[in-house]
């Protein structure tokens, strides 16, 4: 069955960094878009950054352009996140993402921006 499991957040300072990972099982993961979600408490669940199959071509949502990067490694079956810059209202639980007949979900990991 599919299986995403994220890791990597965690406390940053605001103006840090963090790389969140996704190791996907359970599919042929390089035949599919995966993307990253994040929900800040009190929140509806937003796109956050999408990677295509085919040729890794990437997009973002306004709010993280030029300060996160998406990418994959289709030998690992992994998806990461780079995180640059923080700020506090990055604050949330970051979900891996792929859709196949449905949406598939990770349990998700936890960010933390604050002083």
């Known amino acids: 069955q599919v299986q995403l499991v994220e890791s990597g957040g965690g406390l940053v300072q605001p103006g840090g960094s963090l790389r969140l990972s996704c190791v996907a099982s359970?599919?042929?993961?390089?035949?599919?878009?995966m993307r990253w979600y994040r929900q800040a408490p009190g929140k509806e669940r937003e796109l956050v950054a999408t990677?295509?199959?085919?040729?890794?071509?990437?997009t973002y949502a306004p709010s993280v352009k030029g300060r996160f990067t998406i990418s994959r490694d289709n030998r690992e079956n992994t998806v990461y996140l780079r995180m640059n810059s923080l700020k506090p209202e990055d604050t949330a639980v970051y979900y891996c993402?792929?859709?196949?007949?449905?949406?598939?979900w990770g349990q998700g990991t936890q960010v933390t921006v604050s002083s």
């Open positions: 990677i295509t199959a085919i040729d890794g071509a990437t």
């Open positions: 359970g599919f042929t993961f390089e035949s599919y878009s």
């Open positions: 993402n792929v859709l196949r007949t449905k949406n598939y």
